[in-house]
């Protein structure tokens, strides 16, 4: 979808609870974008008890490798562009990716398995308390 808010993925949501037998429960993996939790989103989750979200650690999740991605495009070829219509900003966006892929660079994960393991246990600790 062209944007990312609470009514689009409320949304999304529906259209999966359409698309999936009832009997089925359903984990969503989500990252801890604010609309994730809004408390529309909230209220519908309420209302449909098969759906479940499970948000992963913040800053312990290859996500951030996706999202550090999209910081690039951003920042080299969205920020501070004009794009009169969503076509020319998606050429725009094809066009960064075809010029990147000439000469790609590999995020490199630099978090190690404790740093992370420390984070994932203090929130367990916080849930679970």
């Known amino acids: ?10 949304k999304f949501l529906k259209k999966i609870d359409v698309q999936t037998p009832q009997r089925k429960h359903l984990h969503l993996i989500v990252d801890n974008y604010a609309t994730h939790k809004h408390p529309r989103i909230k209220t519908w989750l309420k209302r449909n008890p098969r759906f479940h979200l499970h948000f992963t650690p913040t800053s312990s999740s290859w996500l951030n490798l996706v999202e550090r991605w ?7 070829r969205i920020r501070r562009g004009t794009f009169p219509s969503v076509k020319m900003l998606i050429s ?13 660079k590999a995020f490199v994960w630099t978090a190690s398995v404790d740093k992370i393991m420390t984070k994932i246990n203090k929130i367990n600790d916080c849930i679970l308390n």
């Open 1 to 10: 979808m062209e944007r990312h808010r609470h009514q689009e993925f409320i």
């Open 70 to 76: 999209f910081k690039e495009l951003t920042d080299k």
């Open 92 to 104: 725009s966006i094809n066009l960064f990716i075809k010029e990147n892929n000439k000469d790609p």
